[in-house]
């Protein structure tokens, strides 16, 4: 029943976001009385949190499916920043989730998801920097990278710049992503 009530939570995120989410919508979306929803969880912050960690999970498999490649290592940069932006744009309701929600005492699990995320593009950023022969330091150069990769992939959820950019110079969003991608390179 747990896993049936989680799958109910994943497509009301999907449809109405974390801001006007519902355990009572999600009783009744799964089939099961409101009651049934707190045996399994203590309340709507908890349930947030597992879809918050969900998120992390998922973009970090789909940062790892990215082959490190040595003999092109700005490929894989640029393929690594456009998989987020990409992530964020078909998932913003996660995406906000995720990345624009403070909580003061996250759950373990929560803060796991988060590290192993980050853990990624910190590899990623150190096999790029070993492979170009660089000097920078990993982590300052991955902050570099995710400040690029979260500011564009906002524009894109949060504003209709990207859109009037893409029109005006007749590339997609995502064209635009990768442009920007390789200018930081």
């Given at each position: 029943?747990?896993?049936?009530?989680?799958?109910?939570?994943?497509?009301?995120?999907?449809?109405?976001?974390?801001?006007?989410?519902?355990?009572?919508?999600?009783?009744?979306?799964?089939?099961?009385?409101?009651?049934?929803v707190y045996r399994h969880?203590?309340?709507?912050?908890?349930?947030?949190?597992?879809?918050?960690?969900?998120?992390?999970?998922?973009?970090?498999?789909?940062?790892?499916?990215?082959?490190?490649?040595?003999?092109?290592?700005?490929?894989?940069?640029?393929?690594?920043?456009?998989?987020?932006?990409?992530?964020?744009?078909?998932?913003?309701?996660?995406?906000?989730?995720?990345?624009?929600?403070?909580?003061?005492?996250?759950?373990?699990?929560?803060?796991?998801?988060?590290?192993?995320?980050?853990?990624?593009?910190?590899?990623g950023c150190r096999f790029?920097?070993?492979?170009?022969?660089?000097?920078?330091?990993?982590?300052?150069?991955?902050?570099?990278?995710?400040?690029?990769?979260?500011?564009?992939?906002?524009?894109?959820?949060?504003?209709?710049?990207?859109?009037?950019?893409?029109?005006?110079?007749?590339?997609?969003?995502?064209?635009?992503?990768?442009?920007?991608?390789?200018?930081?390179?």
């Amino acid at each position: 029943m747990k896993n049936s009530i989680i799958k109910s939570c994943h497509k009301l995120l999907q449809k109405k976001g974390a801001a006007d989410f519902s355990l009572r919508e999600v009783a009744t979306l799964s089939g099961v009385s409101h009651a049934a929803v707190y045996r399994h969880f203590q309340d709507k912050e908890e349930v947030l949190e597992i879809l918050s960690s969900i998120g992390f999970d998922r973009l970090g498999s789909l940062q790892k499916k990215i082959p490190q490649i040595t003999e092109n290592p700005d490929e894989y940069f640029v393929k690594l920043g456009l998989v987020y932006i990409q992530f964020a744009v078909k998932n913003p309701n996660y995406y906000r989730l995720m990345f624009q929600t403070k909580r003061s005492n996250e759950s373990s699990v929560l803060k796991r998801s988060k590290i192993k995320s980050y853990a990624i593009l910190v590899r990623g950023c150190r096999f790029y920097l070993k492979a170009k022969r660089r000097k920078d330091n990993r982590r300052s150069f991955a902050l570099m990278a995710w400040s690029l990769v979260h500011g564009y992939s906002n524009l894109c959820i949060e504003t209709d710049f990207p859109d009037t950019e893409s029109r005006t110079l007749k590339k997609s969003k995502m064209e635009i992503a990768e442009d920007i991608l390789r200018f930081a390179i």
